[in-house]
């Protein structure tokens, strides 16, 4: 059973910068590729980022590319995703996912595993 920790999100002003961690246990972390989402109470949950199993490929949503960058550390199975220039829209609750293919993809139906979120408030 893969268990995905994410932790890292809070209160911030818009401007200002997190980075979120998710640590993944129970696979062999570095076979598959990993992805962030996020999702506003009411919303459905939408893609931000997600990296190959390498992590020489990488996509990231229009909303967010220049600012937010997703990596991953297969030594410590644990992927990240700083996020920079920090606007109130970004504020949602932020999900981490393991996609049981090596490739990277969009597609919120291909992910097999979730991790409980972690809160991100900016503030204006």
């Known amino acids: 059973q893969v268990q995905l920790i994410e932790s890292g999100g809070g209160l911030v002003q818009a401007g200002g910068s997190l980075r979120l961690s998710c640590a993944a246990s129970?696979?062999?972390?570095?076979?598959?590729?990993m992805g962030w989402f996020r999702q506003v109470t009411g919303k459905e949950r939408e893609f931000v980022a997600t990296?190959?199993?390498?992590?020489?490929?990488?996509l990231y949503a229009d909303s967010v590319k220049g600012r937010f960058t997703i990596s991953r550390d297969n030594a410590k199975n644990t992927v990240y995703l700083q996020m920079n220039s920090l606007k109130p829209e970004d504020t949602a609750v932020y999900y981490c996912?393991?996609?049981?293919?090596?490739?990277?993809?969009?597609?919120?139906?291909?992910?097999?595993?979730w991790g409980q979120g972690t809160q991100v408030t900016v503030s204006s």
């Open positions: 129970g696979r062999t972390f570095s076979s598959y590729a």
């Open positions: 996912a393991l996609d049981s293919s090596p490739y990277t993809t969009y597609e919120i139906g291909e992910y097999d595993y």
């Open positions: 990296i190959s199993w390498s992590g020489r490929t990488t």
